[in-house]
């Protein structure tokens, strides 16, 4: 049952107003001050205010102002007369709901009260489903069930509170600035800088300068000092991204740093030291680079003290109901209050679980960003989804007939097609059989039934852990 505050400093008001919302189904608390409100809010659970605007010592913008900062999503609705319009104009830019004018009519005060509980329904929903997501599944802002992604945390955990250096391997769109970020702040230097920088996005020049700043007249256009990422970072983190980028004098330059601790600006002579934790990224192999003298092997011992590989999604199936679930109530927010999206329909999850996934986490994100925006109701259905991913899904999901006689009957056809698509389920179930079952639209029972027609033992299938 959803509950209403009244506050109102007229004593028979509230206890009106109860009597009407409580033949609605709502249960109601009163006040007659905002500091009885306050007090009231500071134990009891309530789903809205309702306040007059005119209260003495405290009046109904003091206490939205002070509402807010207790849940700053918690809707009030302002009661107020005519000759307080103005100030309610002012309560609905510092976050009021709404405001109603007095004397206002019950249906009209239901039909207020009804859209203000529905917004703040599906914002508590949102709240638990990101809550349920992030306490099961989370590390910061990583999400993931797998067990790659389990050990991850894990090492996070271990390494967060050390100095030491941390290279973070995998490719675009699987996280590894969020690893990094959670490393960071999980750490004694959580209240000290995070500084990133994207060693891809700068000439070989500009980036010499991002790196460690520069004095004046050092190059043309250098009017003043500039102090460098590696000072900004000072005391705190240094996350260098792409670093399997850098041009070979670079390498060197960051190898002496991190091996002597100093470094001077451009055009510089005198040695600045700093205290930072160095992070870096790469979605490629740096052992490869090395291996084609493109990065140097002593500045990849120094970087890789720490060595963490992020899979890409397509390798971790597991975590797609997670992700999904964390994205539609990230943009839960950004939807029309009545619309509100909760789930996918089965067609379109087992679209995810078959999609290859080239643009991982990232892309899956802006599939579902883009789905919430195009949803009318509270499911996403492949109509929903972009054309192009579709159409990709179709081109890389064919199942494969080799082995199949040109001469094959009907029977044998559709047989050697059944067989393929449960093998294909299974995998992209990560082979559990009750997914396995849903993704194929039949009962556990029946997949059992199925695979022992075929002779499919999923227990072969199954790569034992080390």
């Known amino acids: ?39 009231v809010l500071e134990h009891s659970d309530v789903d809205l205010v309702l306040t007059d605007m005119k209260m003495p010592k405290m009046d109904g913008i003091e206490l939205l102002q002070k509402i807010k900062t207790i849940d700053a999503e918690l809707p009030v609705i302002m009661m107020t007369a005519y000759g307080t319009v103005e100030k309610a104009v002012e309560a609905m830019q510092k976050g009021a709901y709404s405001y109603i004018l007095k004397p206002f009519d019950n249906e009209q005060l239901i039909l207020y009260v009804n859209k203000a509980i529905a917004m703040y329904r599906v914002v508590k929903e949102n709240r638990q489903l990101r809550s349920a997501v992030e306490n099961l599944y989370s590390f910061g802002n990583l999400i993931g069930k797998s067990k790659a992604m389990q050990d991850i945390f894990e090492t996070i955990r271990k390494v967060a509170p050390a100095t030491a250096t941390v290279l973070i391997e995998g490719p675009s769109g699987t996280g590894k600035e969020l690893v990094a970020k959670s490393i960071h702040f999980n750490s004694p230097r959580r209240n000290q800088p995070f500084v990133a920088v994207n060693c891809s996005a700068l000439a070989e020049s500009l980036l010499e300068s991002e790196l460690f700043g520069h004095e004046k007249g050092a190059f043309t256009g250098a009017v003043s000092m500039k102090k460098g990422r590696f000072e900004l970072a000072d005391q705190g983190t240094l996350f260098l991204d792409e670093i399997g980028e850098l041009s070979s004098s670079l390498q060197v330059k960051l190898l002496r740093v991190l091996q ?56 971790r199936l597991e975590d797609i109901r997670p992700l999904t679930a964390h994205f539609i109530a990230k943009y839960a927010e950004e939807r029309p209050d009545e619309k509100p999206v909760t789930r996918l329909e089965k067609e379109v999850e087992r679209l995810f679980y078959q999609y290859g996934w080239p643009g991982n986490v990232r892309e899956l994100e802006n599939v579902i960003e883009r789905a919430m925006v195009m949803c009318a109701g509270e499911t996403i259905t492949v109509d929903d989804l972009p054309l192009d ?32 698509m449960i093998l294909q389920a299974l995998q992209q179930a990560g082979y559990v059989q ?20 075929y002779g499919i033992d999923v227990a072969e299938f199954i790569q034992p852990e080390e």
Do not use: C, W
Request: overall charge positive.
């Open 434 to 453: 009750s997914h396995a079952a849903s993704l194929l639209g039949i009962g556990k029972s029946g997949l059992n039934q199925k695979l022992k027609k």
């Open 260 to 315: 002597e601790k100093v470094f001077e600006r451009v055009g510089g002579i005198r040695p600045i030291s700093v205290n930072i934790r160095l992070i870096a990224a790469t979605n490629k192999s740096l052992r490869d680079e090395i291996a084609k003298g493109r990065f140097r092997e002593d500045l990849f011992y120094r970087l890789n003290v720490v060595h963490i590989v992020l899979p890409p999604l397509r390798d």
């Open 389 to 420: 991913f579709r159409n990709n899904v179709t081109q890389n999901n064919k199942l494969n007939l080799e082995g199949l006689s040109p001469k094959a009957t009907l029977y044998e056809t559709l047989a050697h097609v059944e067989k393929q």
């Open 1 to 39: 049952m959803d509950t209403i505050l009244i506050v109102d400093d007229e004593k028979n008001y509230p206890l009106v107003l109860s009597a009407v919302l409580q033949e609605e189904g709502f249960e109601t608390l009163t006040a007659n001050s905002g500091h009885e409100a306050l007090a």
